[in-house]
């Protein structure tokens, strides 16, 4: 996965673990984009602290964060029951949608309308919109901010 450029955004689901492997958790769900083994190196100097999975929306980085959940959720919608089993299954971590998003503004929005915030209920996953800024100021306290996934 490349880096974002500035501008840019990227949405993805990632559901970790300690004791499920990927191998089990793609048994669960459809296959994914991207699998990894707890210990494997994730880049230099670090390793996955988890098991994981991914799906992603990774080749319209310049598309605004709505349009690019939007497909990722179409992507998902067929096995949006089999997701929200996995995402539900004890020894999961976490089962999140991550909207990374550097911008050169000094805010970032997000527009969750009701259909989308509908279909991502579905899937039984949080969703959490990650900013990243240009600041003059270094020491700004910027940080993900969840959007938790309704109680059914």
């Known amino acids: 996965m490349r880096k974002l450029d500035r501008g ?19 048994a669960l769900a459809r296959p994914p984009d991207r699998a ?3 210990g494997e190196q994730r880049r ?17 980085c310049d598309r605004p964060s709505e349009e690019q959940l939007g497909r ?15 995402a539900a299954t004890s020894g999961v971590h976490s089962a999140r949608i991550w909207i990374h998003n550097w911008t ?20 039984g996953i949080a ?5 990243y800024f240009d600041c003059q100021y270094e020491d700004e306290d910027l940080g993900s901010t969840p959007v938790p996934a309704p109680v059914p």
Not at 44 to 60: K, R
Not at 105 to 123: K, M, P, S, T
Request: without cysteine; charged residues 30%; aromatic residues 6%.
């Open 8 to 26: 840019e955004s990227r949405v993805s689901l990632v559901v970790l673990s300690e004791t499920i492997t990927s191998d089990e958790m793609v």
């Open 36 to 38: 990894w083994a707890k």
């Open 44 to 60: 230099p100097g670090a390793l996955h602290p988890f098991h994981g999975i991914s799906y992603e929306v990774d080749d319209e």
């Open 72 to 86: 990722l959720l179409d992507r998902l919608d067929p096995a949006a029951e089999q997701i929200a089993r996995l």
């Open 104 to 123: 050169p503004e000094e805010e970032a929005r997000l527009v969750l309308d009701a259909g989308r915030a509908a279909r991502r209920a579905r899937h």
């Open 127 to 131: 969703l959490f919109f990650d900013a």
